[in-house]
């Protein structure tokens, strides 16, 4: 019997998705914005973890683009938050 992703399992993997790779662009983008330090642990991780994700991005569906958004909109705003505070 095949093991087939349901949505939910599509939905979770998009949000890791997103936001690792939101997480990923704050480290690339550190020299010009104000970021998290380069964490020499986490973000070898984090492009490993993305590669092993390559067959849900080939070939997205509904439920893992939804996640992917919401992961990565989730990270950027934490990042935003943490950056310049959260509003008064």
Same mark, same amino acid.
């Given at each position: 019997? *095949?093991?087939?992703?349901?949505?939910?399992?599509?939905?979770?993997?998009?949000?890791?998705?997103?936001?690792?790779?939101?997480?990923?662009?704050?480290?690339?983008?550190?020299?010009?914005? *104000?970021?998290? *330090?380069?964490?020499?642990?986490?973000?070898?991780? $984090?492009? %490993?973890?993305? %590669?092993?994700?390559?067959?849900? %991005?080939?070939? *997205?569906?509904?439920?893992?683009?939804?996640? $992917? %958004?919401?992961?990565?909109?989730?990270?950027?705003?934490?990042?935003?938050?943490?950056?310049?505070?959260?509003?008064?």
């Amino acid at each position: 019997m *095949p093991l087939i992703p349901g949505p939910a399992w599509l939905c979770t993997a998009g949000l890791m998705a997103g936001s690792t790779l939101v997480y990923l662009l704050t480290v690339m983008l550190g020299q010009l914005l *104000p970021s998290w *330090p380069l964490n020499g642990f986490f973000t070898p991780l $984090a492009v %490993v973890s993305l %590669v092993l994700q390559a067959p849900y %991005v080939r070939r *997205p569906a509904g439920p893992y683009t939804l996640g $992917a %958004v919401l992961g990565g909109a989730a990270l950027l705003l934490y990042w935003l938050f943490y950056c310049y505070g959260w509003p008064t």
